[in-house]
């Protein structure tokens, strides 16, 4: 494959690709359910375990 096509490639199909991965990630941290995993993963360096 030569570098203008995978160029192009990546310009059109890559944008396109990171840019679902984007909003797929954004919709996961702001799911339902998601705020009170997000505090106990926060409150892990505070636990004090003997």
């Known amino acids: 494959m030569q570098y203008e096509a995978l ?3 990546a310009d ?3 944008l ?3 840019f679902a991965l984007f909003i797929i990630i954004i919709l ?3 799911r339902p359910g998601s705020l009170k ?3 106990e993963a926060a409150e892990i360096p505070l636990k ?3």
Do not use: N, P, V
């Open 7 to 9: 160029r192009q490639f």
């Open 12 to 14: 059109s199909w890559g």
């Open 16 to 18: 396109l690709y990171l």
């Open 28 to 30: 996961f941290t702001f």
């Open 37 to 39: 995993i997000a505090k």
């Open 48 to 50: 004090e375990e003997d």
